[in-house]
């Protein structure tokens, strides 16, 4: 605890003194002045003006006012103080318009605000005075799941207030019943911590197997201008890594792993050059533990069963994946950004705007261990990239990730590069000008890992994957999946108080077994469906989805039905690029800090 203390302390002095150097050399990290006068003059006034929900006075001539109302009356409006902690100029700065570009960027960047815009008027005395008008978000969000597998089966239900308070922060619990998954918790973020720059993200929960606690403190970049960053986190789960292992008739096994998790990362990130190109230099500290408290288990999907002698040789290709890691490593981080950020509507929501980096981005963490403070002598890394271009009605974006890690005291039968872990993400929109209200998404994404000596497992069903199969089905170590979605905007019967719209789709993907336990050539599968999607109020870039997926194949009946009910888009750029079931094994830190740290 000592230890910890220490390192939020001084994680907090170094990124404290990156805040007051730039605050001394003013809201101008681009050269806009020539002998101390401004280029474009100065900014004498910043009016905010934050509005509701809805505008009662001007909707219907009074119809649906009491409607309005009752929305507004439900919702807590953001407050004035959150909007101006996230401006990048202040009166008596130099009006510049990167500033107000890169500001209305961070302020889109939270789901709570629907509509953004900030704009300068020149005034007859050479100042500026400048707009910030924006428009709130319905900030309330249920996540439900549920299948068809024996009736309405309840899988689990997330709920959240994006806007505690009208503070920015976000308030969330979740209880996730699905096969022998019984976790249950609470989150807690803000990105104004104490009314500063820092940002918290907090969850506390139990899962089957124990506790998780996990905490971050971050001093983020700020958009494309500020120069220095740092990130102090600490998390500990106790969890069952869950193989699945098919059985005759689609029955499925659940061979349950106890995983004991610590992580604490400690980095520092500066970075130089100009919007447009930024390199990146940083360090980073990093503590890594995992450990198996008891022996496998194993369970069908609704409960936890003795191991009989029969059920011993199921569990053996588990128990060749059980390699502890204990290990404190000193690295560096490493990237450069060619990003030009533009705004685009009709890609994942329906009216709402997105910011778009078009250009590319690359990203390298390599971390060495300290042998006199853990056992383990290896080295892990990680490289990313992202890349994406526009050609009229085109926009076609790239993202991947390698992790990689090196165990020096491998043995003369084991490869020393252990746990390598791929993922690749290909995306197209097609947004035709004849057809103004229709975009095309297709999706292509790779999944896989190779000699693995921790638990790891992929599978082809799932919101990730085919999301007319359930998520344990067809397991394996390597997957790829082609998706092609067709997302329709209707604008009608009420356009003025939501977008509502349509989609049709089709997954078609396949798993190989790689080196996992229990992995199956799956062949080719294949999966349709059509959903509903809405965004309330207007123009929000927040989209709700109701799905119905089925399998395509020979004697599908209602109880292969998945029904799926969803906040935000499941494929897209706007979701965080990541599979859930790869970075359950995923052990390196480093790279997750430049990633999380370069907004």
Known sequence: MRGLCFSIGLSTLLASAAVAQNDSSGTDPVASTTAGACRYGPISYVFIDNHNIFDERT???????????????????TRRSVIARELLFGPGDCFEPIMLEESERLLRSYGFLSQVDIFGVPQPDGTYHVIVNTRDDWSTQLDVRVTMKSGVDFEGMRIREANFLGRGQTLGAYYISRDVTRDYGVVYETPQLGGTRW????????????????????????????????????????????????????????????????????????RVGHP??????????????????????????????????????????????????????????????????????????????????LGAEVGLSAGRSLRALAPDDDMAGTLSFYSAAEFTSLLIAGRARLDARRDFAAGPDVPEWQDVYGDA???????????????????????????????FQLTLGGDRGL?????????????????????????????????????????????????????????????????????????????????????????????????????????????????????????????????????
């Open 59 to 77: 909707e219907d001539e009074g119809r649906f006012t009491w409607a309005y109302r009752v929305v507004n009356g439900l919702h807590m409006r």
């Open 199 to 270: 940002d918290l993200r907090t969850a506390l929960g139990a899962t089957r197997a124990g506790t998780l606690f996990a905490e971050t403190v971050a001093y983020p970049f700020v958009g494309d201008v500020s120069r220095w960053a740092a990130s102090q986190g600490f998390s500990r789960e106790d969890r069952y890594f869950d193989y699945v292992a098919e059985a005759k008739d689609n029955d499925i096994n659940h061979v349950l792993v106890p995983l004991r998790d610590k992580h604490f990362d400690l980095a520092l990130v500066t």
């Open 276 to 357: 447009g190109s930024l390199t990146f230099l940083g360090g980073a500290l990093t503590y890594e533990e995992l450990t198996y408290p008891g022996e496998p288990r194993l369970a069908d999907d609704d409960d936890i069963r003795d191991v009989s002698a029969a059920d011993s040789i199921l569990l053996q290709p588990a128990l060749a994946k059980r390699d502890p890691l204990n290990s404190i490593r000193l690295g560096v981080l490493l990237g450069h950004r060619n990003i030009t950020w533009v705004k685009r509507r009709g890609l994942d929501s329906m009216r709402g705007e997105q910011d778009v980096g």
């Open 425 to 455: 993400e290909v995306l197209a929109y097609i947004r035709p000008s004849w057809l103004a209200r229709h975009t095309l998404v297709l999706r292509g994404i790779a999944t896989a890992g190779w000699n693995t000596r921790t638990p």
């Open 467 to 599: 999301r007319g199969y359930r998520d344990n089905r067809f397991p394996g170590g390597r997957r790829i999946v082609l998706t092609a979605e067709e997302r329709m905007f209707w604008g009608w019967p009420r356009p003025d108080i939501l977008d509502l719209g349509s989609t049709v789709f089709v997954d078609v993907g396949r798993i190989l077994p790689g080196d996992v336990p229990y992995g199956e050539d799956s062949g080719w599968r294949a999966t349709a469906g059509f959903g509903l999607r809405a965004s309330f109020p207007a123009g929000s870039r927040t989209t709700y989805r109701f799905d119905v997926a089925v399998p395509v194949r020979p004697g599908t009946n209602a109880g292969d039905v998945r029904l799926i009910l969803s906040v935000g888009e499941l494929i897209g750029l706007s979701t965080i690029f990541g599979d859930r079931q790869l970075e359950r094994s995923r052990h390196e830190r480093m790279a997750a800090e430049l990633l999380r740290l370069n907004r």
